[in-house]
């Protein structure tokens, strides 16, 4: 009876399938035939789209971001201002969040845009190299590949959008510890996962900034990993604390590091010995920024992600319209002022061999402004 | 040999090895950094761990029963961001209620995997690995990816933590809800016929229904109450650490589980003991803690963690080899 | 008299199991249908060949662990170090690459340390039989994957793409459409399916998976057998690690996370439950293709991997619990019957 029932059902399946595979085929075929348009991409392949009679940065492609994971704020504000843009240039954007931040969603990611059929696509890698073969296959296809946030090496991409430079944030931290700690004394590092490419980035530049005799009185006790991770980070300031209980202060160079480490010491009662600095978001610290000795944090540092998340969409529209190839040398001019030097921007060499764009320089959230910022991201 | 004649003097119980597996490091991480075995620092050890220690009580339910449940990370997640975004939303909501909005969802999470398992007979752990995807994406989707900041929660909720007043001032109230759970735990499942049931349901679930007990709502029970325990693990997590965010408790299942087996409860059900599982959650969480104190390079710290666990279990079941030997000495005499 | 009357049992059983396991997989070929056609309505670019064939690439890698692990499913044990196996072998892969050693031995490297830690799951396993294997992979997992980082501490090592041949393994394609890797894939699925359901040794793995006391009593050499696959695991990890590496270029201890759930729940949609003894191999390679292309069919559309998760978790919970009420009536008038 059952066994009858399951084979009709089987049947009616199958002819159903059958019916919406032919109805289905050769619609895909019609649309996947009218897809390929990238009529702007030729248009303004003259170089500088400055003096061009249209906006160069008009567009009617479509656009991927890949962010790094899912269920991260400050991922959301990139890809948010990403999405702001193009869809205001007129484009499509399609927005992919890994499960989780591995380089191997990540490569599933790219597949599924590069079978949309995508004209460029962002990223902001889980991992340096991890991800080359999945996306030089893409720029074979033809589509453009830029980084932003967190760079892929520079055979996979055509440019980074790096939030600021790597020398730039190692020195501004470096003197932010100079400055709280009162230019001596031993400090300590919480970083991210031990993996992590920025964070690793930023700490072999502050070790390279602190060679400076500047610096020498200043003693560094350690690199912590907190896997960005809350209660790890935590067991991570503990061990910081009883390592060296005259530690002055303590730099987190990650959103999640610095607040595990802005909790600890408030509880611990430390807020007024032990003094905190790093990168951190506004809206998640605005608790502990303060000059007295109430507050670990008499100031931290970040960029704005969704100013990040506009500029890289600029640079892949330009990427795709032949504004910029992605060169270093090279100027553009994106409309919107509020970027970089009145919205002009140059394409320099990174460190890495590839070139890159710089968003402009960290930004001090201090107890003046924090609680301006903390309304915004 | 010698090994031998050093089993044979641990002859009163497991729990006995485990004690002496804790007294040994213990010692060795304070003779390394005199600043661990200090009041402040047990107490931060309680604190910071308190999560754990609820979560593998009602773990242990669940292991008894022959069941286990992987998905408590992903239901201490949903619940605490449930009660986190109310929070949000209405500063005004008083600590207790936040705390019972987070029991209710875990309670919910708990029942309806306890009633996939029970009722629709579906292996645990396929069931609470479904489970898992579904709740870590349930806390995604209502919170929009967005995280609940220190700055958004009252500051009653994030006082919470930190303070000692359900402990009359001299213990933190997290640790005053370890110790009253432990307390009741062990009451229960010590002295008293629900108690003896579970441990029933576990040994043999065909033998505890023919004899009466209706082992498809004891286990619906154990599987609701690990959910309502994680549902308050949510709470206390989020209270804390003053900040809430969709990926909290990641992998936590696995430490509660290590925890468990290392306090001697048997995944085939039927074993374990109140006192055995709060010794093994501790002796996890000092390895968690102690680790970093006494500098040991971050990146051998999963490595000695995975070995120690391995070695703890081991010497279990060389310890109950021994017991049971002894135990059948003791007969033929 | 016990031995006969179990004999029957098994004999009963396995034909009546049969039937069922033929609806079982009858319903999931309804569901890899109806997904199908879910997809190529949705999106009108996921009937091309060349985006399925790119789609399958990057669910396939995980799908090597998922051959072993029926087998480790089907004699009623189970592995959640997998991941941590993948991480270790392409880890040493990577490290001795980078020392100089020739490719084609850095991956027998590979292999080797898969071998080396499935057979020390297996020592384990058969020396301490008191222990759920459960917790003995929960430790090595740990214990594995600790030993990558202690190896390779915060670095990554890479370079493999300068080796044509190597990348090709994941991304070459035998006349431009079909990828290597997924025909290697299906040569070893078939090899796993002949031994399950057509040798001795998979007709050993059901006895061994049904009653293990049984298995014993009547001749079987379970500690062997069990030895065999937990090795077996280990170098199908290796294999995972090398597809991996390949696909990646490179290697980092953090390779493999979650794939041990993932490799699991492929095994267990297609039928091979954790209570051993039951399950045919064919419906786990149908699940593996189920969800790799439930997942690129969403991901086609850009559905948000919160919503993924919850949909693959509820698909698990559904799918395994459709039958398994059906299983609960079936036994109980077939119980009532023979009495």
């Known amino acids: 009876m059952k066994k009858k029932l399951l084979s009709v059902m089987l049947c009616i399946t199958l002819t159903a399938s059958m019916l919406v595979g032919c109805s289905g085929k050769p619609s895909s075929n019609g649309t996947t035939d009218t897809t390929p348009t990238k009529p702007a991409e030729t248009n303004t392949d003259n170089g500088s789209g400055d003096a061009g009679s249209a906006d160069p940065y008009a567009t009617d492609g479509t656009y991927a971001i890949i962010v790094k994971s899912a269920g991260n704020p400050y991922n959301k504000k990139e890809s948010d201002g990403y999405k702001q843009v193009i869809e205001a240039q007129g484009g499509t954007c399609v927005i992919q969040e890994p499960e989780s931040a591995t380089a191997e969603d990540q490569i599933t990611c790219i597949n599924n845009v590069v079978s949309q059929g995508v004209d460029a696509i962002a990223i902001a890698a889980n991992d340096t190299d991890a991800l080359e073969p999945a996306l030089k296959q893409a720029m074979d296809q033809g589509i453009h590949v830029m980084s932003l946030d967190s760079a892929v090496n520079a055979n996979s991409r055509e440019v980074f959008v790096n939030q600021a430079g790597t020398r730039e944030i190692a020195q501004t931290l470096m003197d932010a510890i100079l400055d709280i700690s009162g230019g001596e004394g031993n400090w300590a590092i919480l970083s991210a996962a031990s993996t992590a490419t920025n964070q690793n980035a930023w700490i072999d530049g502050m070790k390279e900034v602190m060679q400076d005799s500047k610096y020498s009185k200043l003693n560094l006790i350690g690199v912590y990993y907190g896997d960005d991770q809350y209660q790890a980070s935590v067991d991570q300031t503990a061990a910081i604390l009883t390592d060296d209980p005259n530690v002055k202060v303590i730099c987190a160079p990650t959103t999640v590091g610095i607040m595990a480490a802005a909790k600890v010491l408030q509880d611990e009662g430390l807020t007024g010995k032990v003094k905190l600095t790093g990168l951190g978001l506004p809206s998640e610290m605005a608790d502990y920024i303060g000059a007295d000795d109430a507050h670990s944090c008499p100031y931290m540092y970040l960029w704005n992600p969704i100013q990040l998340g506009n500029l890289a969409a600029y640079v892949s529209i330009g990427l795709v319209n032949g504004v910029i190839t992605g060169a270093a040398g090279e100027t553009f001019t994106v409309p919107d002022t509020t970027l970089g030097d009145n919205g002009s921007y140059t394409i320099k060499e990174a460190a890495d061999g590839g070139t890159e764009i710089i968003l402009g320089a960290p930004f001090a959230f201090t107890p003046e402004n924090i609680a301006e910022w903390s309304a915004v991201y | ?333 | 008299m016990a031995g006969k009357s179990g004999r029957t049992i098994i004999a009963e059983e396995k034909f009546s199991l049969k039937k069922l396991l033929v609806r079982w997989e009858t319903f999931l070929v309804i569901i890899f249908i109806l997904v199908n056609i879910m997809n190529s309505n949705i999106s009108d670019k996921y009937l091309s060949v060349p985006g399925l064939f790119n789609a399958t690439n990057s669910f396939l890698s995980i799908a090597f662990l998922t051959l072993p692990m029926c087998f480790v499913l089907l004699i009623g044990e189970i592995d959640i170090s997998v991941g941590a196996q993948v991480a270790l072998s392409a880890v040493l892969l990577g490290i001795s690459f980078n020392a100089g050693v020739p490719m084609w031995l850095a991956v027998i490297i590979a292999l080797a340390v898969g071998v080396l830690c499935g057979f020390l799951n297996g020592i384990i396993a058969i020396k301490f039989t008191e222990l759920n294997p459960m917790i003995i992979t929960l430790g090595t997992q740990i214990l594995f994957r600790g030993i990558a980082e202690m190896i390779l501490k915060d670095q990554s090592t890479g370079g493999f793409t300068s080796v044509k041949w190597f990348s090709n393994l994941y991304w070459g394609k035998i006349g431009g459409v079909v990828p290597v890797m997924f025909v290697i894939f299906v040569i070893c699925a078939v090899i796993f399916g002949v031994v399950m359901h057509k040798s001795t040794f998979g007709r050993r793995m059901y006895a061994v998976g049904s009653n293990k006391l049984a298995a014993k009593y009547s001749g079987i050499n379970v500690p062997g057998m069990r030895l065999t696959i937990y090795t077996l695991t280990g170098l199908f990890c290796g294999v995972c690690a090398v597809f991996a590496s390949s696909q990646m270029g490179s290697a980092r201890p953090n390779v493999g996370a979650g794939y041990e759930l993932d490799a699991i729940g492929m095994c267990v949609l297609g039928g091979v439950l954790t209570d051993g003894g039951k399950g045919n191999f064919i419906g786990a390679m149908i699940s593996v293709f189920l969800l790799g292309l439930l997942k690129y069919g969403l991901g086609l559309v850009n559905v948000s991997s919160n919503i993924m998760l919850v949909v693959k978790g509820a698909l698990l919970i559904f799918a395994v619990m459709i039958p398994h009420l059906n299983l609960g009536r079936f036994f109980k008038k077939k119980a009532v019957k023979t009495a």
């Open chain 2, 1 to 333: 040999m010698e090994k031998k004649s050093l089993w044979k003097t641990i002859t009163g119980s497991r729990e006995a090895s485990l004690v002496i597996v804790l007294i040994i490091l213990c010692v060795f991480i304070a003779s390394r950094n005199s600043a661990f075995l200090t009041p402040g620092s047990i107490e931060g050890l309680f604190k910071n761990y308190a999560v754990n220690f609820v979560l593998t009580c009602g773990m242990m339910l669940v292991l008894i029963i022959g069941g286990i449940d992987i998905s408590i990370g992903s239901t201490l997640a949903f619940s605490g961001m449930t009660a986190s975004l109310v929070l949000r939303d209405f500063p005004e909501t008083s600590v207790p209620v936040a705390f019972l909005i987070s029991i209710a969802v875990g309670t919910v999470c708990g029942l309806l995997i306890g009633a996939v398992v029970a009722y629709a007979k579906v292996p645990p752990i396929i069931c609470t690995l479904g489970a898992m995807s579904v709740y870590r994406g349930l806390a995604y989707l209502i919170a929009k990816n967005e995280w609940v900041s220190a700055s958004e929660f009252s500051k009653a909720y994030k006082a919470f933590a930190q303070s000692r007043y359900l402990g009359f001032g001299i213990i933190n109230n997290l640790v005053v809800i370890v110790i009253i759970l432990i307390v009741v735990f062990y009451i229960v499942m010590k002295w008293t016929p629900i108690g003896r049931k579970v441990y029933a349901v576990g040994s043999n679930a065909e033998a505890a229904l023919v004899s009466g007990i209706k082992v498809t709502k004891v286990k619906l029970a154990c599987y609701t109450i690990l959910g309502a325990l994680a549902g308050l693990s949510g709470a206390m997590f989020t209270s804390l650490y003053a900040s809430s965010q969709g990926n909290m408790g990641e992998g936590i299942e696995m430490d509660v589980i290590a925890a468990c087996v290392v306090g001697g409860v048997s995944l085939n059900g039927g074993r374990g003991s109140v006192i055995g599982v709060f010794l093994g959650t501790l002796i996890i969480s000092i390895i968690g803690k102690g680790l970093p104190m006494i500098g040991v390079s971050q990146f051998w710290q999963k490595a000695i963690k995975g070995l120690i666990i391995l070695l703890a279990v081991i010497i279990n079941v060389l310890v109950q080899r021994q017991m049971d030997k002894a135990a059948l000495k003791r007969r033929e005499i």
